[in-house]
């Protein structure tokens, strides 16, 4: 079962990503915490990519968000923009590091699933939300302008293998959510491996 998609905990967990977000890109760690809060147990990593992951979903559902909700929402934004802009360099190699991390990941996934097909299946939930916030991160980085060519062809690369162990499902998330991500670009939601362990 997907679980529901929650604005107010996208907003909150993308409030205090951008509070931390300054000291993040400052320093050397490629997956950050804010205040304790991130990095331990269930809660998410900070990253620009999971954080570029709840702030376009954010603003795409602006509609449904409240006047105390689309307020915080411009704060946010306007407090990545000026990280973004004031860190610029530490901000891309940032965008870069994370880009090439995650696809290592996600390649990781395919070879063991190409290995023990059991697995697949149970594990693609995991690589599907990250090959997402790779998407985020390509997306970012088209729209400041960095090349990668290494980038690039770890993702064709990636994706090529990524294809081989996936067939056609429903679209995997809260459906609320299928506008935000096409199917064209980001055809790994609309996609799975087969579940080999039920019973035929």
């Known amino acids: ?33 804010t205040d304790g809060l991130f990095g331990s147990g269930d809660s ?9 992951l709840r702030l376009r979903r954010l603003e795409a559902k602006q509609e449904q968000l409240n ?5 915080e929402l411009r704060v ?13 360099v530490h901000y891309e190699s940032k965008l870069l590091q994370e880009a090439k991390s995650r696809l290592d990941n996600v390649n990781t996934y395919v070879v063991e699933a190409m290995d023990s097909p059991r697995t697949a299946h149970v594990n693609y939930a995991t690589e ?27 993702r064709r690369d990636v994706d090529s293998k990524l294809r081989g162990l996936v067939q056609s499902v429903p679209f995997q998330w ?3 959510l299928q506008d935000v991500y ?14 080999i362990t039920v019973e035929k």
């Open 174 to 176: 809260d459906e609320g």
């Open 44 to 52: 998410p990593a900070l990253t620009i990519g999971a954080f570029l």
């Open 76 to 88: 946010i934004h306007d407090t990545w923009y000026q990280v973004r802009n004031e860190w610029r």
């Open 1 to 33: 079962m997907t679980a529901a998609y929650k604005i107010d905990k996208d907003l909150s967990e993308a409030q205090q990503m951008v509070d931390g977000l300054e000291v993040y890109v400052r320093g050397t760690d490629l997956y950050g915490h």
């Open 67 to 71: 006047t105390t909700q689309r307020s």
């Open 128 to 154: 599907a939300l990250r090959r997402t916030i790779v998407g985020e991160v390509l997306r970012e980085m088209e729209t400041l302008g960095i090349e990668s060519a290494e980038v690039h062809a770890k």
């Open 182 to 195: 096409p199917d064209l670009e980001f055809w790994w939601l609309y996609q799975a491996p087969e579940d």
